[in-house]
């Protein structure tokens, strides 16, 4: 089993930042892909940036050159550094964990508002 446990979100203000993490424990290899989703009210969840166990990041269009994704292997910690934000990025933001399965944290807020 593994446990995902989010932190960071928060309220801030157009063109603020924000870093979220993500602490992974439980039954864990050396090699899974760890990433972040995000859901909007009324939204589909939708991808925002994932990274491999070794450093290989992908991102959605609408966060690139924005957000940056990174982790620490040795915490088992993915982190969402979140530059420039907007409105439009106001969601619940979700930690992901995959290894054989997929793994979800309970979510954070992120709310984007002047």
């Known amino acids: 089993q593994v446990h995902l446990v989010e932190s960071g979100g928060g309220l801030v203000q157009p063109g603020g930042s924000l870093r979220l993490s993500c602490a992974a424990s439980g039954s864990i290899s050396s090699i899974y892909t760890m990433g972040w989703y995000r859901q909007a009210p009324g939204k589909q969840r939708e991808l925002v940036a994932v990274i491999t166990s070794g450093g290989v990041a992908n991102y959605a269009d609408s966060v690139k050159g924005r957000f940056t994704i990174s982790r620490d292997n040795a915490k088992n910690t993915v982190y969402l550094q979140m530059n420039s934000l907007k409105p439009e990025d106001t969601a619940v933001y979700y930690c992901?964990?995959?290894?054989?399965?997929?793994?979800w944290g309970q979510g954070t807020q992120v709310t984007v508002s002047s």
């Open positions: 992901s964990l995959t290894i054989g399965r997929g793994y």
